[in-house]
């Protein structure tokens, strides 16, 4: 999908299967940071149909997604847990690290969900809660800079977005970078070389967060 910046009128693409079918996403500007909403193929399709068939002179022959399907495609995506349970959203492309990660968020009695594309984990984000979301800098490739999940959750409002504690797995950024990590928006950053100690500092880290943040959910509590 080709975008535009209506703020610096920067152009960018981003790839079509980055973008939840039939979900708007809302992501930064590469260049000014400025919020852009895009939306997937099924919201604009109808759109994009029109534009087709007046080039082409006939109606185009695919059909229209049914109710039914489309609460199959939602049903896809949400987690059967027992209340109780605390869960953890799993966001890497590396195999290998997915393990490794797993092993010690099952040691922790975290039941683990994956997933395999930036789009998923948005549809995942809107129709369960979790108590950690997990995220690889390089998801899907690139670098936190241009991660559409990352951008997604920055954007989130503030209410949504402290009900999980976030955990940013990088190649680059050091680790406990307190004030960096605010600047992206997440709750702590783990460097990749310290991911020997991440049980340790993931233990610590999420303690930290909550005292910080225990006036902050007292507060929702009684709102309600």
């Known amino acids: 999908m080709k975008c535009h910046c209506p703020s610096c009128q920067v152009a960018f693409s981003i790839p079509d299967e980055k973008i939840p079918e039939g979900k708007a996403l809302k ?20 759109a994009d149909r029109t534009e087709a068939q007046r080039a082409g002179g006939r109606e185009s022959s695919v059909p229209s997604p049914s109710p039914m399907e ?5 049903e896809s995506l949400v ?3 027992e209340e109780g349970v605390k869960t953890a959203l ?8 997915a393990v490794a990660l797993e092993q010690v968020l099952g040691e922790l009695d975290y039941y683990v969900v994956r997933a395999p594309k930036a ?16 995220l690889d800098d ?11 999940l990352l951008q997604h959750i920055q954007l989130l409002p503030m209410h949504v977005r402290r009900q999980f504690f976030m955990c940013l797995l990088s190649q680059q950024l050091p680790s406990y970078e307190r004030t960096l990590a ?19 500092i993931l233990v610590n880290s999420i303690k930290d967060h909550k005292a910080f943040y225990r006036v ?6 009684k709102k309600g």
């Open 27 to 46: 992501i930064l500007c590469p260049k000014c940071k400025a919020p852009i909403e895009l939306k997937g193929a099924s919201e604009n399709g109808g």
């Open 70 to 74: 489309s609460l199959r495609t939602d």
């Open 79 to 81: 987690d059967m847990v």
């Open 90 to 97: 799993l966001c890497t492309s590396d195999s290998l690290r």
């Open 119 to 134: 789009s998923t984990a948005i549809g995942k984000l809107r129709l369960n809660r979790y108590d950690i979301v997990i």
């Open 138 to 148: 390089s998801f899907e490739g690139g670098d936190a800079s241009e991660n559409l």
């Open 182 to 200: 605010f600047r992206l928006g997440v709750d702590m950053i783990l460097n990749m070389r310290d991911m020997g100690k991440f049980k340790l």
């Open 216 to 221: 902050f959910r007292d507060e929702l509590s």
